[in-house]
């Protein structure tokens, strides 16, 4: 089943055009590449946390707002931030997110005192934000309708990938450099990373002419709805999965004895074991594989939950529980993008929609590593196994309602176009 198309999309569908071509899939890495290189800045602190702590005197809580700041805007404009794109255009938006993105982390670099921090990092999160709305709505409308799927499936796998290359160089960079000097190789990875994209994507003389903001009606609360009750599951999602990961070298510190760069290595390859499972969502999905049997395997992170932190303290356990939650966190996050395109009424509502996806995403993001920071200093790590147990299965129900309306629609359509 695919929504409908305006005139002047339809028009310019290269899928259309020339059914022989195949999609531009050098610019869609590009693309994947620019957010990997912001994904980079959502876990850049956690592998210098001691350094940083120190230096600053802060608490595994307030550690957790520092992480968790980038995703701060994100949090409250997603959806007003998706309805600008659409109208800026999100080749423009995207040169602009990655600039800002890279001046913000000069300036965290800079920073003096914890207030001074905080403030670069919601900076930085404006160009986070519009990175997370622009990137997967330029691939979605690259990519050739038999390649979306896994275009973006490929894609949700940005931050995994993103955070696990974070933290592997993160503990050596940052021993020998200093955090202050990891973050400004951040700052000019960003930075090679915005030229790049700027030579590849193409550019038109006005936003009004731009094939990508040519667009149909804005779409109302009634057309987003579904999308808005797939969102919900994302952040919930998001929410218990991702503080395992970002938080997952603290862990291995504190509780289990790992140096710096050993905590950041282990969890660098835990992270990116979301990639395989963001990576199947697409070609399962092409295989006819159901939206409602891939969601419910989010269920496994239930007993995941349980070894990471109530395992009987053992190393193995912990690794072995973080890795399936980091399995699960990329396959239920591709899940989500590859259903988008499915809830969404028309494809040019994409901006919006990635809007609603970045803002439930980032609000997750947000709230999740220092409500786990709070409950592990308050309560110990165990106490956070029934919050994720809870997030879960709220999220894999949202899910299967979510898969459930998808089949339906698609037997209303098939019998009309087929």
């Given at each position: 089943m695919t929504p409908q198309l305006s005139s002047g999309e339809s028009q310019r569908d290269p899928a259309r055009e020339a059914p022989a071509s195949r999609s531009p899939w050098v610019t869609i890495i590009v693309i994947y590449l620019a957010g990997v290189a912001a994904a980079m800045s959502l876990g850049k602190f956690s592998p210098v946390?001691?350094?940083?702590?120190?230096?600053?005197?802060?608490?595994?809580?307030?550690?957790?707002?520092?992480?968790?700041?980038?995703?701060?805007?994100?949090?409250?404009?997603?959806?007003?931030?998706?309805?600008?794109?659409?109208?800026?255009?999100?080749?423009?938006?995207?040169?602009?997110?990655?600039?800002?993105?890279?001046?913000?982390?000069?300036?965290?670099?800079?920073?003096?005192?914890?207030?001074?921090?905080?403030?670069?990092?919601?900076?930085?999160?404006?160009?986070?934000l519009l990175v997370s709305i622009t990137c997967p709505a330029l691939i979605l409308r690259l990519a050739h309708?038999?390649?979306?799927?896994?275009?973006?499936?490929?894609?949700?796998?940005?931050?995994?990938?993103?955070?696990?290359?974070?933290?592997?160089?993160?503990?050596?960079?940052?021993?020998?450099?200093?955090?202050?000097?990891?973050?400004?190789?951040?700052?000019?990875?960003?930075?090679?990373?915005?030229?790049?994209?700027?030579?590849?994507?193409?550019?038109?003389?006005?936003?009004?002419?731009?094939?990508?903001?040519?667009?149909?009606?804005?779409?109302?609360?009634?057309?987003l709805a579904w999308p808005a009750l797939l969102t919900v599951a994302f952040c919930l999602m998001v929410l218990v999965t991702i503080p395992v990961i970002v938080l997952l070298p603290t862990l291995l510190i504190k509780e289990h004895g790992l140096s710096a760069a050993a905590a950041g290595a282990l969890t660098s390859v835990i992270s990116l074991a979301g990639v395989p499972g963001g990576l199947a969502v697409g070609l399962l999905l092409r295989r006819g594989v159901p939206l409602g049997a891939l969601a419910a395997s989010g269920l496994l992170v239930v007993p995941a939950a349980w070894l990471t932190y109530a395992g009987g303290g053992s190393l193995a356990a912990a690794v072995t529980g973080a890795g399936v939650i980091s399995l699960e966190n990329g396959l239920l996050g591709a899940l989500v993008f590859a259903a988008l395109p499915q809830v969404l009424e028309r494809l040019d509502h994409a901006d919006a929609g990635n809007g609603l996806v970045t803002q439930m995403g980032s609000l997750g993001s947000l709230l999740g590593p220092p409500l786990f920071g709070l409950v592990a200093g308050a309560f110990g790590y165990g106490a956070a196994v029934p919050v994720i147990v809870a997030g879960m299965a709220a999220s894999v129900g949202i899910l299967l309602l979510v898969a459930r309306h998808v089949s339906g629609r698609a037997r209303r359509v098939t019998p009309e176009t087929g």
């Open positions: 946390e001691p350094q940083v702590t120190a230096q600053f005197g802060l608490s595994s809580s307030q550690l957790g707002w520092v992480i968790s700041a980038v995703v701060a805007l994100g949090a409250v404009a997603g959806l007003p931030a998706g309805y600008l794109v659409r109208r800026v255009g999100a080749a423009r938006s995207l040169v602009v997110a990655l600039v800002l993105m890279v001046a913000a982390s000069a300036l965290s670099a800079a920073a003096g005192n914890l207030t001074w921090l905080l403030t670069a990092r919601v900076a930085e999160s404006a160009g986070y309708e038999r390649d979306r799927g896994v275009a973006l499936s490929g894609w949700a796998t940005f931050v995994p990938v993103g955070i696990g290359l974070s933290t592997l160089a993160g503990g050596a960079v940052g021993t020998a450099l200093g955090w202050r000097g990891w973050v400004l190789l951040i700052a000019g990875t960003t930075l090679v990373m915005t030229v790049v994209v700027r030579a590849r994507l193409p550019w038109a003389s006005a936003p009004e002419t731009d094939p990508e903001t040519a667009a149909g009606s804005v779409p109302g609360a009634r057309a």
